[in-house]
């Protein structure tokens, strides 16, 4: 089955710095790739996705780069603010099979 | 409306108490999951529901019963739990749950969990 390996598990920026994130994947028919950001004591809530047949997506600060022959993507956040500090989830699917997730990254943004 | 809600949101038991935890949503998604989050870890898949017929247990005991009476519906029934199945119950939904190799999953959403404590 799928395996979905994260890092780094913790990073803090200063703010205005920018930050990765980085996830690999197992499962070469994967083809579906969300980012969660999860608050504390709230509920995971998608931020960006990313789907096979394309190889990066932007929206606003964010960005998520998915390299298909090296099973891996990225989540990348430029311009951080404090209130990007959170918990962010990376997972992986295909059409078949559940979301795997991986392991979470704590991000702390200094200000 | 883009929701998906929970009830209770707080909940503490005992380990001889019987008690449910509800989730609907009102997109007309026809799957709906069931996750389980324990602190600093996360969630745990415990049941899909596809088409209101269940099609994912992921080996769950069975003091943790899943029933989805229609649609927008989904209850998880809890009997004779353990202090270790104190966690975050998170509920998600999604449009569809994915058909085949050539159709990617389509995005799932979340709702913002019950806090559940076995005493």
């Known amino acids: 089955g799928e395996n979905v390996e994260q890092h780094p598990s913790t990073l803090s920026v200063q703010e205005g710095d920018s930050a990765v994130i980085k996830c690999t994947y197992s499962?070469?028919?994967?083809?579906?790739f969300p980012w969660y950001k999860q608050e504390l004591g709230k509920r995971p809530q998608l931020i960006i996705d990313i789907r096979s047949n394309v190889g990066e997506k932007k929206d606003q600060r964010i960005a998520v780069t998915l390299n298909k022959t090296a099973k891996h993507f990225s989540l990348h956040i430029t311009e951080t603010q404090p209130e990007d500090s959170a918990v962010y989830f990376c997972a992986g699917s295909s059409g078949n099979t559940p979301l795997v997730f991986g392991k979470g990254t704590r991000l702390s943004v200094i200000a | 409306d883009t929701e998906v809600t929970q009830t209770p949101k707080h909940l503490v038991m005992g380990m001889t108490n019987k008690k449910s935890l509800k989730c609907e949503q009102h997109?007309?998604?026809?799957?709906m999951y069931w996750y389980k989050q324990k602190a600093k870890k996360p969630p745990e898949l415990m049941f899909v529901?596809?088409?209101?017929?269940?099609?994912i247990n992921e080996s769950v005991p069975s003091r943790f019963s899943p029933e989805c009476p229609n649609s927008s519906l989904l209850n998880l029934h809890l009997h004779a739990l353990q202090p270790e199945d104190s966690a975050l119950y998170l509920c998600?939904?999604?449009?569809?749950?994915?058909?085949?190799?050539?159709?990617?999953?389509?995005?799932?959403?979340f709702g913002p969990g019950t806090r559940l404590t076995v005493l």
């Open positions: 499962d070469s028919a994967s083809n579906y």
């Open positions: 998600a939904s999604s449009r569809g749950p994915g058909q085949g190799a050539s159709r990617s999953t389509d995005t799932q959403y």
């Open positions: 997109m007309g998604h026809r799957a």
């Open positions: 529901y596809s088409y209101e017929k269940l099609s």
